[in-house]
């Protein structure tokens, strides 16, 4: 269960979100949609517990939560494959699980070279094979698909819809039309002076 | 190899050739090889030197002396560079302590050392309190210039405080605390060296340019100073190194 109840955040004078108020459904993916600045971002940096709500609350039941940020927040020193294996500990399997979601993401080729080497469509999908492979029930996805082509967003849609199968997929992005590809339902945010998720 | 790549490479050496020309002109103008002998009598004299046992004593005696001043300074520095970025109380105790190393001139304080320990032992001291500030202010600029975004990534993947540090603090810190290494090891070998000169302590460096001062034998004097300044450029190039190496050996150490 994932609720926020009359959320709001300020940055200084400015008012990003006001007073929203939505129950995410327990499980499926939803698409956050909205223009440039409407608080997406924000909104999911609430929900990960990244920041607090200057008022109202973020009531959330999930055990685990996974995040692919706009930025795709690489280790540089580290190659592809050790940006991975470092977000599974000591999990015995992480060599192998690195492996499958790099091959996952299209990125086997360059499982040895240091991100410096990649190019930004090619970061954004190591950032976000990093997340998928941690894995949670909650995953919060932010403009993984910048960068990305059509085809290759078709290939790699699949492998998000099926990597959260019980949990709920937050992501957010300027395209609507990304619902098709991964089954997803679209909530706009909008809204002046009180915020909504349509 | 590239033209380019070719000239890049050979611009420091025909720079360097360039000055021993310069000085080479002018001692030949001047004739007056007690004031300033030529590059080559330096060097035969350098190299007569060189094949002496005592010639090497004191440079490994001066070398020692040195060098524990500054591995003193690398392993206190960075101990205060840690204590003082955590506690702001002790920032606020040290700072002024280490701007009073940083601005006391080097003279002002061989002499006050002089008076409390040993000569022999002011070229470490002095050595120690060269790098001393810079270590622990380059450290602590290193420690306060944390990447928030991959902090914040760290906690979202529920890294440990052990991965933490080996994989975001520390290559983080890497660059600060080879800035550090290559800038306070050649002041602090200068300052050193000045230290024995003044300091005078047997069998040194320092103490052999003196003599060769005092009894006008410039040929050695500019010998000496040349083995100094070669050693400076040695020490720089094998700390350089050693520090490449043990980037990229824990560079192996991760991928494997």
């Known amino acids: ?198 | 190899m590239k033209k380019q790549d070719l000239f890049r490479k050979a611009v420091p050496l025909i720079s360097l050739i360039f000055w021993i020309g310069v000085w080479w002109v002018i001692a030949l103008c001047l004739r007056k090889p007690l004031l300033l002998p030529t590059p080559w009598r330096v060097l035969c004299k350098l190299l007569s030197l060189a094949i002496t046992a005592d010639f090497w004593l004191a440079v490994g005696t001066s070398l020692l002396r040195v060098a524990g001043g500054i591995l003193t300074a690398l392993l206190i520095g960075t101990l205060l560079a840690f204590l003082t970025t955590r506690i702001k109380l002790l920032h606020h105790l040290f700072a002024p302590l280490l701007s009073l190393c940083k601005t006391t001139p080097v003279a002002s304080v061989i002499f006050l050392l002089m008076l409390f320990m040993g000569r022999k032992n002011v070229p470490f001291f002095i050595a120690a309190s060269i790098a001393l500030p810079i270590v622990w202010a380059n450290i602590r600029e290193g420690l306060l210039c944390v990447d928030t975004q991959l902090l914040e990534m760290a906690h979202v993947f529920s890294l440990t405080p052990k991965r933490i540090f080996w994989h975001i603090r520390l290559p983080l810190l890497c660059p600060y605390f080879k800035a550090a290494c290559l800038s306070a090891i050649g002041l602090a070998f200068k300052a050193g060296i000045a230290a024995e000169i003044l300091c005078l302590p047997e069998g040194s460096i320092g103490a052999l340019m003196y003599e060769s001062k005092l009894y006008l034998l410039t040929e050695e004097l500019f010998a000496y100073t040349l083995s100094v300044v070669l050693i400076g450029v040695a020490i720089e190039k094998i700390t350089l190194w050693l520090l490449t190496q043990t980037k990229r050996e824990k560079e192996d150490g991760c991928h494997a």
Request: hydrophobic share 40%; net charge neutral; aromatic share 4%.
């Open chain 1, 1 to 198: 269960m994932l609720e926020l109840k009359h959320v709001t955040k300020k940055y200084g004078e400015k008012t990003v979100l006001q007073k929203l108020s939505h129950a995410f459904p327990a499980s499926g993916t939803v698409l956050l949609c909205g223009p440039s600045g409407a608080g997406k971002t924000t909104l999911l940096r609430l929900i990960a517990g990244l920041e607090a709500p200057d008022e109202g609350t973020v009531q959330s039941t999930y055990q685990r939560t996974a995040i692919a940020f706009q930025e795709p927040r690489l280790l540089p020193w580290l190659t592809c494959l050790d940006n991975i294996k470092l977000v599974l500990a000591s999990r015995t399997d992480a060599d192998e699980q690195a492996r499958l979601w790099l091959s996952h993401m299209e990125l086997t080729e360059v499982a040895n070279a240091l991100p410096s080497a990649l190019s930004g469509g090619m970061k954004q999908r190591l950032s976000l094979a990093r997340a998928l492979t941690f894995g949670g029930d909650l995953l919060l996805l932010d403009e993984p698909f910048t960068g990305l082509d059509d085809d290759l967003k078709r290939r790699i849609a699949p492998r998000i819809r099926e990597s959260n199968p019980n949990g709920l997929t937050l992501m957010v992005t300027h395209k609507p039309e990304d619902a098709a590809l991964l089954n997803a339902t679209v909530l706009q945010l909008s809204g002046s002076p009180v915020h909504s998720l349509i």
